[in-house]
């Protein structure tokens, strides 16, 4: 079966760094996507990796390794208002999306 | 602002009763999708259409019916409610139906007694 593997909870420090682990076994890859998502809210698009890698986009960054079937989300210099689940998904061989059950993001001042 | 419209944002319904969940889009993107999250669950698909007049079965389709009439309407029917669809369904859309990206609607809370 198909099956994404995110950490349920984690907790940080204002400031500080952390890196939101994704594991993943699907049928097909063609690329995997970080949404995030804060409580009562839809989730919004953060980034997208199809190559093995490092993408950057400020703050944020987004690590994948297809033989190791696994990507990490970054976050640097956390603020407050990262507070959030943050959702891995992986678009299969039909490119349909199967999403992990989301991390949820605890920032402490 | 561009986007995607739900309605409505909330709703307590008795069982056994017919809903219609609204979702119309402004972007005209092609593709359209119906999910469900629940706490625990990543988010379920539970019907897709990847352009207007076409639709099909995602993960858990029973129990829920859509049609897509036009590209920018996207409506989730429950033929007959069960406590077990008390869930939060969020419709989104994409330009196409491949590796893109998502935007969603603002979700719409949904209880069955």
């Known amino acids: 079966g198909q099956n994404i593997d995110q950490p349920t909870e984690m907790t940080a420090t204002e400031g500080a760094i952390v890196q939101i682990n994704c594991t993943y076994q699907t049928s097909g890859f063609n690329g995997l996507f970080w949404y995030q998502q804060h409580a009562g809210e839809a989730p919004t698009f953060l980034s997208y990796n199809v190559l093995d890698g490092l993408e950057e986009k400020g703050r944020f960054s987004s690590f994948l390794s297809r033989s190791k079937g696994y990507s990490y989300l970054l976050l640097k210099e956390l603020q407050m208002k990262d507070s959030a689940s943050y959702l891995c998904?992986?678009?299969?061989?039909?490119?349909?999306?199967?999403w992990g059950a989301g991390t949820k993001l605890i920032i402490k001042p | 602002i561009a986007g995607i419209t739900q309605a409505p944002t909330s709703q307590i319904l008795a069982a056994g009763r017919r809903m219609t969940l609204r979702c119309t889009q402004d972007?005209?993107?092609?593709?359209m999708y119906w999910y469900r999250q629940d706490l625990g669950l990543g988010l379920r698909l539970i019907h897709y259409?990847?352009?207007?007049?076409?639709?099909g079965k995602g993960e858990v389709p029973d129990g829920y019916s859509v049609s897509r009439a036009n590209t920018d309407d996207f409506p989730l029917t429950l033929a007959s409610a069960v406590p077990s669809q008390t869930s939060v369904y969020f419709c989104a859309s994409s330009e196409s139906s491949g590796a893109n990206v998502l935007t969603f609607g603002a979700g719409s809370r949904l209880t069955v007694l």
């Open positions: 259409s990847n352009t207007a007049g076409t639709t």
């Open positions: 972007m005209r993107h092609n593709a």
């Open positions: 998904a992986v678009s299969d061989s039909n490119y349909q999306l199967i």
